[in-house]
């Protein structure tokens, strides 16, 4: 079992940066692929970016690609989410979870992910 702990949200103005961060406790956290996700008021909670175990390979919904970078240190049981010309429409509850169902390469599906934390709020000012 894996838990995870969000935090690195807060107010920010349009064209401003952000780091994410979520830190894992429990085994086997260096074997999970990682993501993160959000979920804006009045949505459902969608797929934002993912890394593979090892740290090689990146994914991202494509609002947030050239903006966005997902990391991890294994040696520290962190997952990062680098965010930068954040926009008004980033606004949303951040959270992050291992992806514990590999199954295949689409690492969008949240059904994929579990032991999700609390989530972190970000808010982006006009």
């Known amino acids: 079992q894996v838990q995870v702990v969000e935090s690195g949200g807060g107010l920010v103005q349009t064209g401003g940066s952000l780091e994410l961060r979520c830190v894992a406790s429990?085994?086997?956290?260096?074997?999970?692929?990682m993501g993160w996700f959000r979920q804006a008021p009045g949505k459902e909670r969608e797929f934002v970016a993912a890394?593979?175990?090892?740290?090689?390979?990146?994914y991202y919904r494509d609002s947030v690609k050239d903006r966005f970078t997902i990391s991890r240190d294994n040696a520290k049981n962190l997952v990062s989410l680098q965010m930068s010309g954040l926009k008004p429409e980033d606004t949303a509850v951040y959270y992050c979870?291992?992806?514990?169902?590999?199954?295949?390469?689409?690492?969008?599906?949240?059904?994929?992910?579990?032991?999700w934390g609390q989530g972190t709020q970000v808010t982006v000012s006009s």
């Open positions: 979870a291992p992806r514990t169902i590999d199954i295949d390469s689409d690492y969008s599906r949240q059904g994929q992910y579990s032991y």
């Open positions: 429990g085994r086997a956290f260096e074997y999970y692929a």
């Open positions: 890394i593979d175990w090892t740290g090689t390979n990146t």
